[in-house]
């Protein structure tokens, strides 16, 4: 072989193996990449271990007729699991899901909903089966759990245990629920779950109005451990992040509550949060457009900071190591103008690489 042409096969080998380095290189911590752009503000976002996308639309978004959906693409998406259980203002009750949020997937392969039903004034949780889109179950909770004028949006599902754990932000409260029969237990009254003195909402750097008053906003992100066995809760304006058992929430113990609440470590002002395997919390950061972590060392660590990050509302775990942020605008929406919208579309869903292992589905 002549010199030349040896050259030629050394320098193609030597692309073609730099090729394969750069494609085999881990991803960068703290990156974002657009996942979906969308027409409509997307509530909370759950993500299968496939990477099948679900997000609920808020019910701050003026969008008519849809309010839960499957993304299919950059900017494709479609009414899931269909417009069967969808409607506007003329199509709702029963067999119609009214104000969805909160969303998550369990690891009995169910898609769970919170309805906050702003319309129909009852709250309900809806499960559908995630491979063929079956109802599975439609949860009514009574008024004492969650009386008139509650706002029950995030929401964790234990599977194995068979209890799902819900959040209600207007009247802060803890709800556990039995899956199999409806029976629910509402803690309300401890100081963890109200808005904190010292924390003040600022998304783009002002104080952030709510119908005229600065916001206030109590218990929301909530999470669940690797083993189940202990809540973890915050107040949407607070710095605190909180733990309790839930074997007490299920027992529903008062008392035994009231002792057991500790707290965990700081947190950002915050609408979303998730928990991994390892015990780590991510957060999403409002004031600061983020993501942070509160490591199982007790160290809150920024991971992000983009502007686009408007309005980070949740997060959740999809595929090992990649975490999925839904930034929604949410401080341009009507009641947080006093009447107009104010989004710029596209809406935007995110994913992160963190290192982590995700979340163990129970």
């Known amino acids: 072989m002549t010199p030349a042409p040896f050259a030629r096969i050394v320098a193609a080998l030597a692309l073609s193996l730099c090729a394969t380095l750069t494609l085999a290189a881990p991803p960068t911590v703290g990156r974002l990449e657009i996942v979906a752009e969308l027409p409509f503000r997307p509530g909370n976002v759950a993500v299968s271990d496939d990477r099948r996308i679900f997000a609920t639309v808020h019910p701050f978004d003026p969008q008519p007729g849809i309010q839960l959906v499957e993304v299919t693409g950059r900017s494709g998406y479609r009414a899931w699991p269909g417009k069967h259980v969808q409607g506007g203002p003329d199509e709702r009750g029963n067999l119609h899901m009214d104000t969805p949020l909160g969303i998550h997937i369990d690891g009995a392969n169910r898609l769970w909903v919170t309805d ?61 629920v039995r899956i199999d029969d409806g029976y629910a237990y509402r803690f309300v009254g401890h100081p963890s779950l109200a808005p904190e003195d010292g924390a003040q909402m600022r998304v783009d750097g002002r104080p952030t109005m709510f119908n005229g008053e600065p916001a206030r906003v109590g218990v929301n992100p909530i999470s669940l451990s690797a083993d189940g066995e202990t809540l973890y809760f915050g107040a949407m304006t607070g710095l605190r992040w909180y733990a309790v058992p839930t074997r007490l929430l299920r027992e529903g113990s008062a008392d035994e509550i009231t002792a057991a609440v500790r707290i965990v470590g700081r947190k950002p002002v915050s609408d979303g949060a998730t928990t991994d395997a390892a015990g780590n919390h991510y957060f999403t950061n409002l004031n ?63 994913r992160m690489w963190t290192e982590s292992a995700g979340v163990v589905r129970r």
Do not use: C
């Open 116 to 176: 906050t039903g702003m319309n129909v004034g009852e709250t309900r949780l809806w499960a559908f089966d995630l491979r063929s889109g079956r109802l599975l179950k439609r949860l009514s909770l009574p008024q004492d759990i969650a009386p008139a004028g509650s706002f029950v949006q995030d929401l964790v599902v234990d599977a194995e245990a068979g209890w799902a754990y819900l959040a209600d932000i207007a009247a802060p409260a803890l709800i556990a």
């Open 288 to 350: 600061e457009n983020g993501i942070d972590q509160l490591g199982n060392d007790g160290i809150l660590r920024p991971l992000v900071r983009d502007a686009r990050l408007e309005w980070p509302d949740s997060v959740s775990f999809g595929e090992r190591g990649w975490l999925y942020i839904v930034a929604n605008q949410l401080h341009r929406s009507p009641p947080f103008t006093g009447g107009r919208d104010a989004g710029i579309p596209p809406y935007r869903i995110f």
